[in-house]
């Protein structure tokens, strides 16, 4: 596998990007599939652009979490 053309510097502002997105959607009460997690690593470390991430196809649905904290489905 070939090194992505990104710094670290770059790699380390999309790392901190990622996680205020996480943590905002976390804060909503909302879970991200594994898939949109994936694509999200792949941002980091430099395989895709942020065009390239948010093109992507939509995800499955995320998981909301009821107040008994079960997994809801929206």
């Known amino acids: ?8 510097e770059e790699r380390q502002r999309r790392l901190e990007a990622v996680r205020y997105a996480c943590a905002s959607v976390g804060l909503e009460g909302f879970w ?4 949109a997690r994936a694509q999200m690593q792949r941002f980091i ?14 995800p499955p649905a995320p ?12």
């Open 1 to 8: 596998m070939t090194k992505p053309s990104i710094s670290d």
């Open 32 to 35: 991200l599939s594994s898939e």
């Open 45 to 58: 470390d430099g395989e895709i652009s942020l065009a390239d991430l948010v093109e992507q196809p939509a």
């Open 63 to 74: 998981i909301r979490l009821d107040t008994n904290l079960e997994p809801v489905f929206i």
